[in-house]
């Protein structure tokens, strides 16, 4: 589905942005770090969803042609994608995990890589750790850490990504939680797995304001401005 057309559509002149979540999580921590031309990955791995990678370099998101990138869940393993993705949620899928991580080492040469989701824990990043040790040299490693809020993370890789867009659409609208009409700056942010999250800067009032709201509700804001 052309997700972002159809959005655009109804949105008119105000910038609508698609982007894998973990490109957002990974540009949040990116930021919170205060890096700016260091690189940085993040291994993203849920149970029941094929884990993956999302890398910021000098600043920039790797993306790839069309958004693919960092996509390691689909390498060409000896199981199929189901059978990978039941092995990791059991905990047997440790080798799997080592290696999509090895060859984002030895491609982006990464200063730190960072692991979010429910499936790794510190254990299990130790021995992460060691394998990886076992069969590339310790100084091309990365600094290896584990995420304790990457949802924090998220949000922020959404916002930081909102202003950068430079939008200077400005808009009257009633936000439902502050409860006043104030002056604001929109941008839509689209992401595929949780809907749409609608960042909001207030120009009128002392703190900016951050909203996550559903699909429907976005839309129909959007309709009625």
Known sequence: MPLVELIQ??????????????????YGAYKQAGYTTETMTLFFCMKNILPGTASIVHGRCVIGKNGFAGMN??????????E?????????????MVTMIASVITILNPDEMIFGGN??????????????????????????RMVTDNECDYLEGMYQMALELKVNIEVWALSNKIKKQV??????????????????QTYKTAKDVEK??????????????
């Open 119 to 144: 499936v790794v824990d510190q254990d299990m990043l130790d021995q992460i750790k060691a394998r990886c040790e076992a069969v590339i040299p310790p100084k091309f490693l990365p600094v290896f």
């Open 73 to 82: 869940g689909y390498m060409p393993f000896d199981v199929s994608r189901e």
């Open 212 to 225: 996550k709201l559903d699909f429907a509700a976005i839309l129909t804001s959007i309709i009625k401005i």
């Open 9 to 26: 559509k109804q949105a008119g002149e105000i910038p609508v942005y698609a982007a894998y979540d973990c490109q957002y999580r990974v």
């Open 84 to 96: 990978l993705i039941k092995r990791i949620a059991d905990t047997h899928g440790l080798s799997y």
């Open 183 to 200: 002056l604001l700056r929109f941008t839509v942010c689209v992401d595929a797995q949780k809907g749409l999250l609608f960042f909001m």
